[in-house]
């Protein structure tokens, strides 16, 4: 779910958030934050990004994105990790059987409760994927 239009900080995101959720979304925050703090937070398209940059895709498109971002979506709670490997692989995708009991996609990983995640693997792919360039770039 997007943030409301007056939602314009990563605090005043989490702030909004029902308890359950803020909970675990803040103690992401925190540990995204101490992890790579050159990432600078903000919002970017409804969501909380870190590292958020423009990009420019070689069919043309362009826009501005994150390299890391959290959201809170109406069915779960999502960490997106926006980078791929030297060898094109999707970080998330590569190490999707790492990062404990939830769902992958190519950069998002889906969890219902922090506890599903393996942190310790995120925060590692976070940090990795500070040092990558921006997809598409």
């Known amino acids: ?49 870190y590292g958020i940059g ?22 779960n709670l999502a960490l997106y990790i926006c980078s791929v490997d030297a060898d094109s692989r999707y970080l998330v995708e590569r190490e999707a059987h790492r990062l404990g009991k939830v769902s992958c996609g190519k950069s998002c990983i889906r969890f219902k409760k922090l506890e599903q995640l393996d942190l310790d693997v995120a925060l590692e792919l976070v940090k990795e994927a500070a040092t990558l360039p921006m997809l598409g770039v």
């Open 1 to 49: 779910m997007k943030a409301a239009p007056d939602v314009t900080t990563p605090t005043a995101y989490l702030a909004a958030l029902p308890p359950e959720r803020k909970a675990a979304l803040t103690t992401l925050h925190r540990a995204i934050r101490q992890a790579v703090p050159k990432l600078k937070p903000g919002m970017c398209h409804g969501m909380i990004g």
């Open 54 to 75: 423009p990009y420019k895709t070689k069919s043309g498109c362009s826009g501005e994105w994150f390299k890391v971002g959290l959201a809170n979506q109406k069915n």
